[in-house]
Each structure stands twice: as C-alpha cells, then as structure tokens.
C-alpha cells in the first residue's frame, strides 16, 4: 500500500511538472509504466577512497556514514580540525579552507572520488563569501581532481541556480542572490572540466530522517515548492558516485511531500489563475 502511495505520489509529481512548460520531464511516459524499474546494481566502492568536502556539514555527516558503511575509506577536511576529529570518526583528516588553495594542494592523492557538500553560509560569517566558496572553492577542488584522475565528483548546489534575481528583494534574498549565481558559476567550472560529474540541485533542506518520502528527481532548475532530508540529500549523492546513469547530468531533488500534511490547501493561494485567452 505504502509502495503504491508513493509511486501515486511521483506520478502525480511527474504530472504536475509536465504541465510547466519551460520544465523538461525526464520520463514523461512513467505514468503509464506501472511500478518504477528496478535500480542498477551498482559496482561496490568498498575499499576505495572518498573525500567528502563538507564532512562536517550536516549532509556531509551523513554521506560520511553511509560511505563507511560500504566500506570505504573518507577522508575529509575542516577549518576546525579538532572539533572535526571529535564530532566525526574514522576519517582521515586535513586541515584545510577552501578560501586559501594552497591547503588543498594534493587533497585528492589517493582519492578515487569526491562528493563536494561544503556551503559558504556567509549569513554567519561574512568573510567566508559564496564568491570564495560556493565558486572558487569547487574551481580549486575540480583542479586537484583533474590532476590525480578522480572518477567521479559529485557537487551539491542548489535549486534555483538559474533565477538568481540578483538586483531585487530583501537583504537575505540579495545573499541568498549571490550564494545561487556563484553556486552556478561552480557548477559551471565543474561541468567544463572534463571530469566525470554528477550536480544535484536540492530544494531547501530539513533534518528529518531520510528514507520516509520518494526523492524526486528531475532534469535541470526545476522550481519545486518543497522541501527534501539532508539525509536524503546525502543518499542521492553517493548514490551518484558510483551510478553509471548518474554521469555528465544535473538534477533537481526533492521529497515528494509537503511540509505540512496538508500543506497543499493554503498553496492553491500561490497559484497564478489562468490567463484568459
Ligand atoms: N540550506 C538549504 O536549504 C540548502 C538548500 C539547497 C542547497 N544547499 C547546499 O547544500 C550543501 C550542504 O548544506 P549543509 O546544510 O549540509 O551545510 P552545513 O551544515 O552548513 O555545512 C557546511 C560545510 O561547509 C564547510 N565549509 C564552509 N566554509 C568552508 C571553507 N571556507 N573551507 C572549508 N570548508 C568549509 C563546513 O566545514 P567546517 O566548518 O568544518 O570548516 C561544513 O562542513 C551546501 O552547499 C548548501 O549551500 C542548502
């Protein structure tokens, strides 16, 4: 019953979606498929090593358990290696900021693949800019990947990368502006590169467990009023480490769900009426 509820609600999703017109719909014909195909097996990672960037963030702890879990070795690094140390166990740790290049030279000897889960979170720290981080920051990463042979580098952005409104609103919205267009300049960087790459696009991120809501997952900046788990978030990076239909593709993600359950009667209010022809 659960099973069929949730494939109801990505279709339902998937059909909303198909509605907007500048919205490209990965499987429009899953509707009529019935039950989703089963996922590919994928090569196992045990053994090999990851570098979670962000390993202290709260996705990044995340993907730090779920890849030890596989067996594979994670290296990670701080600003703060002591707190690192402490909160996070059995990781390989590097001191080391993204603002200042030379604390990463070398960071991917030995690293067979990265997920990238740092944030600049400049609301706290007005130095740490979305310019140093959310851009630089991947740029600096992608080229030490690119001199040892990375397989796979896996950069969580953001949803709405592509509609940044950068001249209008409030003053968190115009940080928020400039967390979006350098996150895309980041993006940018690392789709040119000539790395293998997966970029994953989350709408706005809670705490609550994973594994509770389908993930939707859709092509491009889809606009998606919800929310989605970090540890879902997580769950579709290492995911895409490994999985072959994952690479050179951008995905939005998100839960197929409403903060509220019924969240979906207050939003027919945000719903533009039709235009009259
Ligand atoms: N909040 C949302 O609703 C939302 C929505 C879409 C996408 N995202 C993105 O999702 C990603 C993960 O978010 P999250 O909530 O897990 O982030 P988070 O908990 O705020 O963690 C941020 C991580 O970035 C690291 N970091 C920040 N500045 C750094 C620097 N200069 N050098 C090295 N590491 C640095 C921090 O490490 P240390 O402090 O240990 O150095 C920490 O591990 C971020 O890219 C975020 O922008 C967030």
Redesign the pocket.
Known sequence: MIKRRAIIATVASLAFFGHCGNVTVVKPAHAQEGAAKPAPVLPSMAGETVLV????????KVAVELLKAQGVKVKG????ID??KEEVKDVQWVK????DPKTLKNITKGVDRII??????SFKDNT?TPD???NK?VAVLVDEARKTGVKQFVL????GVTRPNVAEGTDFQKVMAK?LSN?LEGENYLRASGLNYTVI??????NRDGGQNPIGIMQGDVEVPGMIT?AD?AAVAVNALVNPDAKGKTVTIFNVTHPQLDGWKSAFAGIPADAKN
């Open positions: 960037a962000g390993a202290t963030g709260r996705v990044g690094f701080s600003r703060n707190k690192a080391a900021d993204v603002r990238f889960a740092v944030g600049s979170n740490n140093l981080v959310d920051g969580i952005s953001s949803v967390v996150k696009r989350p709408v706005g991120l809670w970090r978030v």
